[in-house]
């Protein structure tokens, strides 16, 4: 089964930085193979006969522990899970490097999301899908206002990918 692994919070800064190198060792140590990074931002694309996603994650995140002596949230979608939630997305895209789409570990706690006011963020805007939240910021990513509030508001782990980066893993996974 083909995977994305994303790791959250990863090359942010001096203090979150893991060498590509070393990710796809980690992963290739754990017997998965046709491994492929993207980007620097802790993106890596892999072939695994587990078809559990969690456990996969799961094992990521003990060899990365284990290996480079940190600690990581990672995520992981199928191929096809990743199909889903490009070809599920409610939005328009009209600018790929301010569309994000915020992975979740879960579903969406609704009742967290309900307190939002839409118009507070306007023009910023946000839809609920599956395990994941489609984000629109026509001022940019780094002035964006909604995104640190629902990183507060959201129980379990989330990590942030723009519709560039969505749509290239989702090209790598079905390659």
Not at 62 to 81: F, H, K, M, N, P
Not at 143 to 151: D, I, K, Y
Request: glycine share 6%; charged share 25%; net charge neutral.
């Amino acid at each position: 089964m083909r995977y994305a692994a994303l790791l959250r919070g990863i090359n942010v800064n001096s203090g979150t930085a893991i060498a590509m190198s070393d990710l796809r060792a980690v992963v290739e140590r754990l017997g998965h193979s046709e491994v492929r990074t993207h980007l620097r931002s802790g993106n890596v694309v892999f072939t695994s006969a587990d078809e559990r996603p969690e456990r996969v994650a799961s094992l990521i995140e003990r060899g990365i522990a284990e290996d480079l002596g940190r600690t990581i949230s990672v995520i992981v979608r199928t191929a096809a899970e990743l199909r889903r939630v490009v070809e599920e997305n409610p939005l328009t895209v009209p600018d790929p490097a301010r569309f994000a789409v915020m992975f979740l570990s879960g579903p969406p706690d609704r009742a967290a999301l309900e307190g939002i006011d839409p118009a507070a963020y306007a023009p910023e805007e946000m839809r609920i899908g599956t395990r994941e939240l489609y984000l629109h910021f026509p001022e940019g990513m780094r002035r964006t206002r909604l995104h640190p509030l629902l990183e507060k508001r959201l129980d379990g782990v989330c990590t942030t990918r723009n519709w560039n980066t969505v749509t290239r893993l989702l090209a790598l996974t079905e390659a």
